[in-house]
C-alpha cells in the first residue's frame, strides 16, 4: 500500500499497488504478476498521478490485526 503526498496538501492511498515507476509525466502504480511480486510485463496498472503534482510516496504496511488479552473471555462474559 502507497500513500501518495499531493501538492494541494491531499493525499491518495493506493491499497492493492505493490510497486511504482515512472512512465514520461506520470508516476504509475502496479500490481505484481503475482509470481515474483515485481514489475513485470504482466503486472497490472492501479493507479497514475501526474509526477510534478507528486510532492511524497511512502510506502505502508498494512495495519495488523491485534487481539488483546482477555478480549475472547470478557466476549463470552457479555454473551458475545
Not at 500500500?1 to 502504480?29: K, N, Q, R
Not at 509470481?35 to 510534478?52: D, P, Q
Request: charged share 25%; no cysteine.
Amino acid at each position: 500500500m502507497f500513500e501518495i503526498e499531493i501538492t494541494d496538501g491531499s493525499v491518495e492511498v493506493v491499497e492493492t499497488a505493490d510497486s511504482y515507476v515512472l512512465e514520461g509525466p506520470l508516476t504509475t502504480f502496479f500490481v505484481g504478476d503475482g509470481r515474483s511480486g515485481k514489475l513485470s510485463a504482466f503486472s497490472t496498472r492501479v493507479a497514475s498521478f501526474r509526477t510534478e503534482r507528486i510532492v511524497s510516496v511512502r510506502r505502508v504496511d498494512a495495519p495488523q490485526l491485534r487481539v488483546l488479552p482477555g478480549l475472547g473471555e470478557a466476549l463470552q462474559a457479555a454473551g458475545q
